[in-house]
């Protein structure tokens, strides 16, 4: 069996290393295409991978044509909307994520961002704390989840929605669980946005929802760019001087925020949520193993195109 790790934007030496060794014990092969720069590298090196373990790569109709020998897909990392999950159904390919492996990195990058936001990007003026502000957990998986954690060390009221977990579970996480997203920015001081990007939650951040949050209101980006209504969320910069937003997903407006809205905006670079060795290391491991566990076993825990 041979296992391809393809991947633009490659994992860290110790996470490859680690990714080899689970393979080899397995006794498959590993083949690996980083950096590759045209589409052709990559449905050239499919060619005869029975699985594949990808990052932000895009795995289209047409590679999954290519892939005459493949039987799964592993996107180390949460979001798979990198994967057209239709067309690998239709191969008959097996989808699935490494989720949780990175959800601290991405926790921790939120409340850095919050503190950064907070204490006006360090430009030299006086701030605000985070101590005693209602934070809201808009979607509370595993990256939620661990915001609350950290944010409670920072003395933050957690408040959370969440359309599918069930309210007992946040309860007993000791989070005050809101019945809805309107609900939830109209009672929070900050709010950390972690849905994911699907057909319900895209531009699902707008005007009327952002709108309701109290004066001085925060939203912190660490989920998908796609799920903002970036036309209202600048209309809604410019209605509401008070309002400031952050995030790690850079809009595609991004020079027009900067440009109209210094001091109350900032996106890093490149989506910086995941990259740290540890989460890089867990996320590629995780991905080994699965691809193991699928091939050898069968087990489909993490399958996303059931
Ligand atoms: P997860 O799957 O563990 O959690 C997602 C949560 O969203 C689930 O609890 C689910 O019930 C909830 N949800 C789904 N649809 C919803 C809706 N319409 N309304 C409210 N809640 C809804 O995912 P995660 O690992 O916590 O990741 C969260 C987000 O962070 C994803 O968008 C992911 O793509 C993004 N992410 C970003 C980075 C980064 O580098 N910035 C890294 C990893 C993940």
């Not at 397995?26 to 950096?35: C, I, N, S, V």
């Not at 000791?174 to 972690?194: F, M, N, P, Q, T």
């Not at 209605?239 to 996106?267: N, W």
């Amino acid at each position: 069996m041979k296992v391809l790790i393809a991947t633009d934007k490659p994992f860290a030496k110790v996470a490859v290393d680690g990714i080899r060794k689970e393979i080899e014990a397995a006794g498959f092969e590993l083949a690996l295409l980083e950096k590759y720069t045209e589409k052709a590298q990559l449905l050239d090196a499919v060619k005869d991978a029975n699985a594949i373990i990808i990052r932000s790569d895009i795995i289209d109709a047409e590679v999954l044509d290519a892939a005459k020998e493949l039987k799964i897909v592993v996107r180390a990392g949460a979001g798979y909307d990198n994967v057209d999950l239709e067309a690998a159904t239709a191969h008959q390919v097996c989808v699935m994520n490494t989720p949780g492996q990175n959800a601290n990195a991405v926790a921790e990058l939120a409340l850095g961002m919050m503190v950064y936001a907070v204490r006006n990007f360090y430009n030299g003026t006086s701030g605000t704390e985070l101590m005693g502000k209602k934070l809201g957990i808009h979607a509370y998986g595993n990256v939620g989840r661990n915001v609350a954690r950290i944010a409670r060390g920072f003395g933050m009221e957690i408040y959370a929605y969440d359309a599918f977990c069930p309210k007992e579970v946040m309860e007993s996480e000791g989070v005050i669980v809101c019945d809805s997203a309107d609900e939830l920015y109209k009672a929070c001081d900050v709010v950390s946005l972690h849905i994911p990007a699907t057909a319900e939650t895209k531009n699902s951040i707008n005007y009327a929802l952002l709108n309701g949050m109290p004066k001085g209101g925060l939203l912190v980006n660490t989920a998908r760019k796609e799920v903002i209504n970036e036309a209202e969320v600048l209309k809604l910069m410019a209605d509401r001087p008070d309002f400031k937003y952050v995030t790690d997903i850079m809009p595609a407006a991004h020079a027009e925020f900067a440009e109209k809205f210094a001091g109350r905006y900032f996106a890093t670079p490149k989506k910086m949520g995941a990259q740290t060795a540890e989460a890089n290391i867990n996320a590629g491991i995780a991905a080994a193993k699965q691809i193991v566990g699928f091939l050898k076993d069968g087990c489909e825990k993490f399958r996303v195109n059931k």
